[in-house]
């Protein structure tokens, strides 16, 4: 079992920036930023490939949010610039338990993460951006 511990929401006026980060009990090679907004289903943001540079962005956040692991203590980071009143939600770390979630090849050819392939979730942390 995987705990995940999220840390950095708060409130910032539009066009601000947070970072958020994500401390795991143990080292996971497949972790992701999800988020949930208002009246809208979770969905996967951003996520490091397990090998080589790439990074996964959902088209909502291409941009303007940058994902990054430290590798020497196993977080997780979001760097959020740019945050618009859309961006208001509940930011979740998640990690899976098979890699294959977080391939290269695959994030590029599907272009979104599969909810289902992660397997541990941290309680959120909530970004609320003001107009």
């Known amino acids: 079992q995987v705990e995940l511990v999220e840390s950095g929401g708060g409130l910032v006026e539009a066009g601000g920036s947070l970072r958020i980060s994500c401390q795991p009990s143990?080292?996971?090679?497949?972790m992701a930023w999800w988020r949930q907004v208002p009246g809208k289903e979770r969905e996967g943001i951003a996520a490091?490939?397990?090998?080589?540079?790439?990074?996964f962005y959902h088209d909502s956040v291409k941009g303007r949010f940058t994902v990054s692991r430290d590798d020497a203590t196993n977080t997780l980071h979001l760097q959020m610039d740019k945050l618009q009143p859309e961006d208001t939600g509940v930011y979740y770390c998640?990690?899976?338990?098979?890699?294959?979630?977080?391939?290269?090849?695959?994030?590029?050819?599907?272009?979104?993460?599969?909810?289902?392939?992660?397997?541990?979730w941290g309680q959120g942390t909530q970004v609320t951006v003001s107009s």
């Open positions: 998640a990690a899976a338990r098979i890699n294959i979630y977080c391939d290269a090849s695959l994030l590029r050819m599907y272009r979104r993460l599969s909810e289902k392939g992660f397997d541990y």
């Open positions: 143990e080292r996971s090679e497949c």
């Open positions: 490091p490939a397990t090998a080589g540079d790439t990074k």
